[in-house]
């Protein structure tokens, strides 16, 4: 595989309008303005902005989960970018087992160490309003554990707002992610535009803030020129 920066035919956003849904308990995107603040005949247009490091399309390190954990100034850049691939998951709400995995693989070998999990579920959820935990993709504990131990995943990403154990309800499968660095991002939209098992060049930049689990960000998709790879 081509392990530089690729040659471009289009950039697919895959991000969500920031305020196209919260998740419940978060605060909503609040925005006011335009202000001006400066003196003179010449005004300015300035916006407040009000919202959550969940907001939105988002990326996100250990911190989430663990008191301790990597916090998102301390995660280079580089590790927010890279070769991924677009792995369609068809199981909803219920897990996707470490089998499940290795029957995908043994058709479409990863050879990346970034995973973009396709479900289509974001979209359902800013269509209705409502995030149905029948309707929500999950990873098993061993499914995730199979990805970083014996794959390297560095980065995780699902169109819907997150790949936590459908079995289990103390987030195991995140904080294990923390403790071994992977990175995850989440709400994004526009991946079944591309067919399954698409390979593509991901973008997702954190927002530069100290100390907090996540930010918001605008993930993209850099598609590659056909027989580019």
């Known amino acids: 595989m081509q392990a530089g920066f690729p040659q471009l035919s289009r950039i697919l956003d895959i991000s969500m309008d920031t305020g196209a849904y919260t998740f419940p308990g978060n605060p909503p ?4 303005g335009p202000h001006n603040r400066v003196s003179g005949p010449v005004r300015e247009y300035v916006y407040d902005l009000r919202l959550c490091t969940q907001s939105g399309t ?3 390190s250990g911190h989430y989960f663990l008191k301790d954990g990597e916090t998102m100034d301390q995660v280079a850049l580089e590790r ?15 897990d996707t087992t470490r089998q499940d995995l290795e029957d995908i693989f043994r058709q479409h070998p990863l050879e990346e160490r970034m995973i973009l999990f396709v479900t289509g579920h974001m979209e359902e959820i800013i269509a209705t309003g409502t995030c149905s935990p029948e309707s929500r993709s999950g990873l098993s504990p061993e499914a995730a554990a199979y990805l970083v131990e014996e794959h390297g995943v560095t980065l995780l990403g699902i169109d819907s707002v997150g790949l936590e154990s459908r079995s289990f309800g103390d987030f195991r499968v995140s904080r294990y992610l923390g403790t071994r660095k ?3 991002l989440e ?8 067919p399954a098992f698409s390979k593509a060049y991901l973008e ?26």
């Open 80 to 94: 927010c970018q890279g070769w991924c691939r677009l792995i369609p998951l068809a199981k909803k709400g219920e």
């Open 204 to 229: 997702a930049f954190p927002l530069k803030i100290g100390k907090v689990e996540g930010t918001p960000c605008r993930a993209v998709l850099r598609i590659p020129e056909e027989g580019k790879l």
């Open 187 to 194: 709400c994004l939209v526009n991946l079944k535009q591309l």
């Open 182 to 184: 992977v990175l995850l």
């Open 58 to 60: 988002h990326i996100q």
């Open 29 to 32: 995107l609040e925005r006011s």
